[in-house]
């Protein structure tokens, strides 16, 4: 015989199990027997000594049906199609206007449907019931089984049970699994010498360490392969890490960081970036638009500036828009639509300083909320301002960017904004396929010129959300923001 090595409870079951000629050992029965008083030992001697093939153990699933809280409700009042039944049984004329007077509102309505399953129908404004002793009998059937409760399921509870799981807070199933376990030929040859209790160590302490006792003592094996519990901890939101890590990039790549509001002018929204004032964009369905401040003021040479540009192209050379510019249009507030109004107004500011800009932060549009759609989102925006800059320089810096977040396969195409000559669509590849993920470009001399820039300026306005999907793998947004617990904790550390 192959010696086995024991755990001390494993020993105490087996030896209890050879001692008592029994074909099925219940839980309590291995409580009594061993002495002990937690079922978790049991299991878990159990399983140790069905690994070994000395016990067997045998499942079973077993369901108990009780009453949840409607349906103790019902055993106290009756249940509703009974009560109805009651109040019909005892008139002359049961119409259902009577009912709708005798019960309230929100039993009257799904009462009527209960009462035409049981067969009652309606005729001319009557209640007909064409089978009383069936629907009583039912009636019957249907409380004994409520009183019943609770009772281990069973196939005769069948029907009840379906009939009482399709109405809301009726009745409770429970699951409990029960073990049975019985000893194997195999241990029943389990010598008995084997199976003396042996003291034996868990943990090593200094004082072991210091004594001999260690020398002669049994230690206790670990076993690295059960499972355990997974620590967890606090950590950031993915999408938080994820804004950290671009922050981290910029900051590398020498940009700095801008952080502005988010209620904003129609003016430094679409105005200063030579959107013309009758743009589709500019239309309900993408911007909301405030009620309170439902405008705010901007000053009189700003909106001068862009009256001219808008109407005839300024001093720029271009012809502009035509048509009137409303000054009145420009002061109106809203929830900005992309966070170009705070890099334009930064320049404003600045005009005649070079400089690297980035900001991470939150914009709003009219969006039906679907798998890739939500009306509040993020943009990754940015802006070099730089004697010399051009386009080059532009996708570069978007490709190091890219590369720098894990995602080395960019490419640009040729796009249109109006505030941009030339502008670009900006497209990583993952998975084989090309997503698109921003916009950029050059901002236009109608642009820049009103605010007395005279170097280039290249500007880029990415989704972060959609650069999150790709990063978390998602192929829907809303995951995001649905505070899962389960799945947040499941996610990489970014
Ligand atoms: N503002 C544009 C958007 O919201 C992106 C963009 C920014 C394009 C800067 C060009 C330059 O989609």
Request: hydrophobic residues 40%; proline residues 5%.
């Amino acid at each position: 015989m192959v010696p086995i090595n024991l755990l001390n409870p494993e020993r105490r079951m087996l030896l209890r199990m050879q001692e008592h000629e029994k074909a099925h050992w219940s839980l309590d029965e291995v409580l009594e027997a061993c002495d002990w008083t937690d079922q978790a030992v049991v299991v878990g001697a159990g399983h140790g000594l069905e690994n070994h093939g000395l016990v067997s153990v045998q499942e079973r699933v077993s369901t108990t049906v009780d009453l949840d809280a409607a349906g103790r409700q019902a055993r106290e009042d009756g249940l509703l199609e009974h009560r109805l039944w009651s109040w019909l049984s005892g008139q002359d004329q049961p119409s259902m206007k009577g009912l709708q007077a005798a019960f309230e509102r929100h039993e009257a309505g799904p009462g009527v449907g209960l009462l035409k399953q049981l067969g009652v129908t309606i005729e001319q404004g009557l209640l007909v019931a064409e089978n009383p002793s069936t629907i009583e009998t039912i009636l019957r059937d249907r409380a004994a089984f409520l009183a019943s409760l609770p009772r281990p399921m069973d196939s005769t509870m069948d029907g009840q049970v379906e009939a009482f799981r399709g109405r809301k807070g009726f009745i409770l199933l429970t699951d409990r699994t029960e073990r049975r376990w019985s000893i194997t030929n195999q241990g029943k040859k389990v010598p008995k010498e084997s199976l003396i209790e042996k003291a034996v160590i868990t943990e090593i302490t200094p004082e072991l360490l210091q004594s001999d006792d260690w020398k002669t003592a049994e230690f206790r094996p670990f076993d690295v392969t059960l499972e355990a519990n997974t620590p967890r901890t606090g950590r950031s939101h993915p999408m938080q890490a994820l804004i950290e890590r671009i922050r981290t990039v910029f900051l590398e790549m020498g940009f700095s960081e801008l952080v502005d509001d988010y209620v904003q002018t129609a003016g430094w929204n679409m105005d200063a970036l030579f959107i013309p004032q009758d743009h589709p964009a500019r239309e309900m369905q993408d911007t909301f638009y405030l009620d309170s401040p439902a405008s705010l003021p901007l000053d009189e040479n700003v909106m001068g500036l862009w009256k001219d540009i808008h109407e005839h192209g300024g001093e720029t050379g271009s012809i502009g828009w035509g048509g009137n510019f409303s000054t009145k249009t420009a002061q109106k507030g809203l929830l900005r639509t992309h966070t170009t109004v705070n890099t334009i107004q930064y320049l404003a500011a600045h005009p005649a300083d070079a400089c690297r800009v980035f900001s991470v932060d939150r914009v709003f549009r009219k969006e039906a909320i679907d798998r890739t759609h939500l009306p509040e989102f993020h943009q990754i925006e940015g802006i070099i301002m730089e004697e010399g800059a051009n386009l080059q320089m532009l996708v570069t810096t978007l490709k190091t960017f890219y590369a720098k977040m894990g995602y080395p396969e960019v490419r640009v195409r040729p796009a249109y904004f109006p505030y941009t000559e030339p502008s670009l669509e900006i497209e990583v590849r993952w998975k084989g396929k090309w997503l698109e993920l921003g916009g950029a470009g050059i901002f236009r001399p109608e642009v820049t010129e009103p605010l007395g820039i005279k170097t280039p300026v290249l500007a880029w306005g990415m989704g972060l959300e959609r650069l999150a999907m790709l990063v978390l793998g998602l192929d829907d947004i809303r995951q995001l923001y649905i505070s899962d617990l389960e799945w947040l904790r499941n996610q990489p550390v970014l």
